[in-house]
Structures are given as structure tokens and as C-alpha cells.
Nanobody, 124 residues
């Protein structure tokens, strides 16, 4: 079965950077997309970015475009989220999630496998 393990969260000042990692195992992901979502207290899951594993095609939410970069390392079966110019409003628990090609890449309900999440806190 699919396992996703996030790491790299922490506390950072506004304007700083963090890199999140999502180690994926349990199957081959060539026909999968791996997404990053975030959830702030009292809010729904919010789409952040997605990468189509074999194609390398990426999509971003407008709120992070130009500041965040999603990438993958095939040899390590790991997806990264490089977050630069962080803002206090980026504070949330960040989750990676996996889904086969097809379905909405923006809708959390289309992703069936999820990691445990990693906390990102940006102080002003």
C-alpha cells in the first residue's frame, strides 16, 4: 500500500525559506500525481501544488505561484516543496497526497493516499 511521509516543517520568520520532503513508497508512481495541500486551523484543505510524476508537469495555486517550487527525485522516490518568501498566512499543516492520473488535481477529495502532515509556522 502507498505510504507518504512528510518532513521538513518548522518555525521560520517571514521572508524565510523551508523545504518540505515527501518520501513515497508502496508502488510505482509513474502514472500518479503527487500534490501538496495545507490546512490552517478551522479551515478546509487548500491546494498548494501538484506534480505529475512521469511527465514532470507542475501546477500551483495563485497564492504560492512564484514563491514555491514542487519537484521530484525519481531515484529517491521523493517529492519536494521548496518554499521561499514565506508569509504568516502560509502557516498551516502541510500534507502530501497521491492520486492516479485523472480527476481534479485541485480537489483534495480526488487524492486517496495522504501523509501524516508537517507543521509550518511563519512568524511575523
Amino acid at each position: 500500500q502507498v505510504q507518504l511521509v512528510e518532513s521538513g516543517g518548522g518555525l521560520v520568520q517571514a521572508g524565510g525559506s523551508l523545504r518540505l520532503s515527501c518520501a513515497a513508497s508502496g508502488r510505482t508512481f509513474s502514472n500518479y500525481k503527487i500534490g501538496w495541500f495545507r490546512q490552517a486551523p478551522g479551515k478546509e484543505h487548500e491546494f498548494v501544488a501538484t506534480i505529475y510524476w512521469s511527465l514532470g508537469v507542475t501546477y500551483y495555486s495563485d497564492s504560492v505561484k512564484g514563491r514555491f517550487t514542487i519537484s521530484r527525485d525519481n531515484a529517491k522516490n521523493t517529492v519536494y516543496l521548496q518554499m521561499n518568501s514565506l508569509k504568516p498566512e502560509d502557516t498551516a499543516v502541510y500534507y502530501c497526497a497521491a492520486a492516479p492520473y485523472g480527476g481534479s488535481l485541485y480537489d483534495s477529495k480526488s487524492y486517496r493516499d495522504w501523509g501524516q502532515g508537517t507543521q509550518v509556522t511563519v512568524s511575523s
